[in-house]
């Protein structure tokens, strides 16, 4: 079955341009988690949609970063003006719900940037 | 905030049980405490969820004391191949799904 996609697996970019990530959900999940993993680091939340809502954005680290996410379905990160300290593995993960429960997350494999 | 604390890295050998423990002292009542497993150059995968006491899968066992204050995941018989980065999660205020930074675990032949 299909899990959780993202594109594009890796990104070479130039600091201070924008970059955009995507990620596919599982079908079916409603919320939707982004993470960012430097390397030899644990993971970072970032920020988390129920539907196509994000109650918490708290984990964003600066006003360059911003996301959405459309039709309970596919979510995409955006970074403008990137610097060499986002380089990063960013990972993506949906459930089938959020709170409470602690539903099991399953992660995508990340897409790897690297801003020279 | 559910804040987790864990051993930075552990090293074991082959056939060997390994116990990694989790502390979360400020776990809430509905909180569940899942641990993931990960490899390099992949996303974390899930092994085990509970909530009190103990609960085993085909994979590993949880241990969850009374107080639900830690959790000790336990792996059978290791190998070469469960060497990667385990975490323990817990769900803290406002939602936001925290990872602690996870226990590097290093299997020996």
């Known amino acids: 079955g299909a899990g959780v996609s993202q594109s594009p697996s890796n990104k070479v970019t130039e600091k201070g341009k924008d970059v955009e990530l995507r990620c596919d959900p599982i079908s079916g999940h409603t919320a939707l988690y982004w993470y960012r993993q430097r390397l030899g680091q644990g993971l970072e939340f970032l920020i988390y949609f129920q539907g196509n809502s994000a109650p918490d954005k708290s984990g964003l680290p600066s006003d360059r970063f911003s996301a959405e996410r459309t039709g309970e379905s596919v979510s995409t990160l955006t970074i403008q003006r990137t610097q060499q300290e986002d380089s990063a593995v960013y990972l993506c993960a949906s459930s089938f719900g959020t709170y409470g429960r602690s539903y099991e997350q399953y992660f995508g494999p990340g897409t790897r940037l690297t801003v020279t | 905030l559910a804040k987790t604390t864990q051993p930075i890295s552990m090293d074991s050998y082959e056939g060997q049980e390994v116990n990694i423990t989790c502390s979360h002292n400020n776990i809430a009542t509905n909180d569940y405490i899942t641990w993931y497993q990960q490899f390099p150059s992949q996303g974390p995968r899930f092994i085990i969820q509970?909530?009190?006491t103990k609960v085993t899968n085909e994979v590993a066992s949880l241990f969850i004391p009374a107080d639900r204050k830690s959790s000790t995941l336990s792996l059978p018989r290791v190998s070469l191949s469960d060497t990667a980065v385990y975490y323990c999660r817990v769900p803290n205020a406002g939602n936001m799904l925290t990872f602690g930074g996870g226990t590097r675990l290093m299997v020996k032949p």
């Open positions: 509970g909530y009190k």
